[in-house]
């Protein structure tokens, strides 16, 4: 379970609570500049210095908000599909595979994740050569491939047209299902709420 408990982030959020059970996916909204992204940012470990926060942060039974961004086992995927075009896709994700995983079983586990995501062959690609719902595929599957124990969308479908959108939700979805993580999603569009799914207001510092 993830929780955010009595989080204040001074003079942007006010006392923000919610907790995400495993395979949830919890929706966030709220106007534009209303703290949304910002929230995130606390919650990785990366709030920019200008703001001043207090609050908790518990994944699985553990405190998380005062260990660094990369001990805390959250994935971010954010709505710029961001990868290292210098790079291969390959090589953009076996930079996100756990060092627990050596030699030959690295490109392995590589080629098999891709090739599950129905991008078999992309492995020696150049990241700028590839259409957007392919890049937004990749940056999942290399948050994904750090196993972590939950993760934050922040608008991850927004550059997407309507075909590719509503597909890559699905997948993005059955994932989160798949590993039973809670996930937390931004968005401004209504049609990306799960079925069922439970929707939180963001609401500005009063
Ligand atoms: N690094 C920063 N330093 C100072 N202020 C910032 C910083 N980043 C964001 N802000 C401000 O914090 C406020 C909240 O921004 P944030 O990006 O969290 O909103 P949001 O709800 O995600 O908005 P949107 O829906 O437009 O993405 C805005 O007024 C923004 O200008």
């Given at each position: 379970?993830?929780?955010?408990?009595?989080?204040v982030?001074?003079?942007?959020?006010?006392?923000?609570?919610?907790?995400?059970?495993r395979?949830?996916?919890?929706?966030?909204?709220?106007?534009s500049?209303?703290?949304?992204?910002?929230?995130?940012?606390?919650?990785?470990?990366?709030?920019?210095?200008?703001?001043?926060?207090?609050?908790?942060?518990w994944?699985?039974?553990?405190?998380?908000?005062?260990?660094?961004?990369?001990?805390?086992?959250?994935?971010?995927?954010?709505?710029?599909?961001?990868?290292?075009d210098?790079?291969?896709?390959?090589?953009?994700?076996?930079?996100?595979?756990?060092?627990?995983?050596?030699?030959?079983?690295?490109?392995?586990?590589?080629?098999?994740?891709?090739?599950?995501?129905?991008?078999?062959?992309?492995?020696?690609?150049?990241?700028?050569?590839?259409?957007?719902?392919?890049?937004?595929?990749?940056?999942?599957?290399?948050?994904?491939?750090?196993?972590?124990?939950?993760?934050?969308?922040?608008?991850?479908?927004?550059?997407?047209?309507?075909?590719?959108?509503?597909?890559?939700?699905?997948?993005?979805?059955?994932?989160?299902?798949?590993?039973?993580?809670?996930?937390v999603?931004?968005?401004?569009?209504?049609?990306?709420?799960?079925?069922?799914?439970?929707?939180?207001?963001?609401?500005?510092?009063?």
């Open positions: 379970m993830l929780t955010v408990k009595n989080l982030i001074e003079t942007l959020l006010e006392q923000v609570n919610f907790s995400v059970q395979g949830e996916i919890l929706t966030l909204m709220g106007p500049g209303s703290g949304k992204s910002t929230l995130f940012a606390w919650m990785v470990g990366a709030l920019p210095a200008a703001f001043r926060a207090r609050g908790e942060l994944l699985n039974e553990r405190r998380c908000d005062a260990l660094p961004t990369a001990q805390r086992g959250l994935g971010i995927l954010f709505q710029d599909a961001l990868l290292f210098a790079f291969s896709v390959g090589q953009n994700l076996l930079l996100a595979l756990p060092a627990t995983t050596t030699g030959q079983a690295r490109r392995q586990k590589v080629e098999q994740v891709l090739a599950a995501a129905g991008l078999a062959g992309f492995f020696s690609s150049d990241p700028a050569t590839l259409s957007g719902g392919e890049r937004a595929r990749i940056s999942l599957l290399r948050a994904l491939l750090a196993q972590p124990q939950a993760l934050l969308l922040d608008e991850p479908f927004s550059r997407l047209d309507n075909v590719r959108r509503s597909g890559f939700r699905e997948w993005v979805f059955a994932q989160i299902q798949a590993l039973n993580i809670p996930a999603l931004v968005t401004h569009n209504e049609e990306d709420i799960p079925p069922g799914g439970r929707v939180i207001q963001l609401s500005r510092w009063q």
